[in-house]
């Protein structure tokens, strides 16, 4: 069974930092590029960070970069997000995914809230 459980989520102080982690079961790995989602009530789902396979290319939205910061262990079959710098305007669901070769998994989210 396919499972991506995201942990890590919670509520923190403006100004504050977070690391995500998402736990990849049911399927290989290492070929899957990995990205982090967020949405946020009320606003379409956005693509916050994405990894390749081997973790050597990374993409950040405009408003993420230079604050986060997106990593994997294919060892541990998880990938990180590291969330620096937070603002009210993180605040969303976070949402990890796994795409390859035409397969696309999803996990359930972790709650960010940034508030003070």
């Known amino acids: 069974q396919v499972q991506l459980v995201e942990s890590g989520g919670g509520l923190v102080q403006p100004g504050g930092s977070l690391r995500l982690s998402c736990a990849a079961s049911?399927?290989?790995?290492?070929?899957?590029?990995m990205s982090w989602y967020r949405q946020a009530p009320g606003k379409e789902r956005e693509l916050v960070a994405r990894?390749?396979?081997?973790?050597?290319?990374?993409y950040y939205g405009d408003s993420m970069k230079g604050r986060f910061a997106i990593s994997r262990d294919n060892s541990k079959n998880t990938v990180y997000l590291q969330m620096n710098s937070l603002n009210a305007e993180d605040t969303a669901v976070y949402i990890c995914?796994?795409?390859?070769?035409?397969?696309?998994?999803w996990g359930q989210g972790t709650q960010v809230t940034v508030s003070s």
């Open positions: 049911g399927f290989t790995f290492s070929p899957f590029w």
């Open positions: 995914e796994a795409r390859w070769g035409g397969q696309e998994y």
């Open positions: 990894i390749t396979s081997g973790g050597g290319v990374t």
